[in-house]
């Protein structure tokens, strides 16, 4: 991927170093470890974080901020334990995406789930054929109340940034 050196910008490794999370980028001396224990780096060529750290340290603001790849890490904290560093990867990757949605990148994943928590009050639906098969086995029944989510999603401002990413 060729850099386009009028697009870098230089202080995004500040912004990035003043979120939580992301304070001990610059500690990073691009050793591997956290690539080589990753799971999902295993299944998934785009998930680097030698690769992500090294982009944030050149300034590639848009191309780490509008990608796909910073929202693959399964928090399952492999690098986090193994850094020399102490550079904290998976915490890293959420000040990455803090700073992605603070811009107006929001991955899709994240739009859908909001539509259904709007459509359905959760994640999915629950039909009366689920509840009637909890009952069987002396569960409660589960209620939903789209309207509460979308309440609070308006309240919040979660709407307006959905709105946007649309």
């Known amino acids: ?4 050196v009028k697009k870098l910008d230089p202080k995004f490794k500040f ?3 003043e979120q939580p999370g992301g304070e001990n980028i610059t500690r990073c001396f691009a050793c591997g470890t956290c690539t080589a224990g990753c799971p999902v780096r295993e299944i998934d060529e785009r998930y680097n974080p030698r690769k ?3 982009m944030v340290l050149l300034g590639m603001k848009e191309e780490v901020l509008k990608s796909d790849f ?5 928090a399952c904290y492999t690098c986090h334990e193994r850094c020399p560093q102490d550079v904290k990867i998976t915490d890293l990757m959420t000040a990455l995406k803090n700073l992605a949605v603070k811009y107006g990148y929001i ?3 994240f739009v859908a789930q ?3 928590l709007k459509t359905h009050g959760g994640l999915y639906e629950i039909a009366d054929f689920d509840n009637k098969k ?3 086995l002396g569960l409660p029944e589960i209620k939903r109340n789209p309207e509460e ?3 609070i999603f308006e309240r919040t401002g979660i709407l307006e940034h959905i709105k946007e990413e649309k």
């Open 15 to 17: 912004e990035v170093m």
């Open 70 to 74: 910073i929202w693959l890490c399964s």
């Open 149 to 151: 989510m979308t309440r």
């Open 107 to 109: 991955h899709p994943s």
């Open 1 to 4: 991927m060729p850099v386009n």
């Open 52 to 54: 992500i750290i090294h």
């Open 134 to 136: 909890r009952a069987k």
């Open 114 to 116: 909001v539509d259904a």
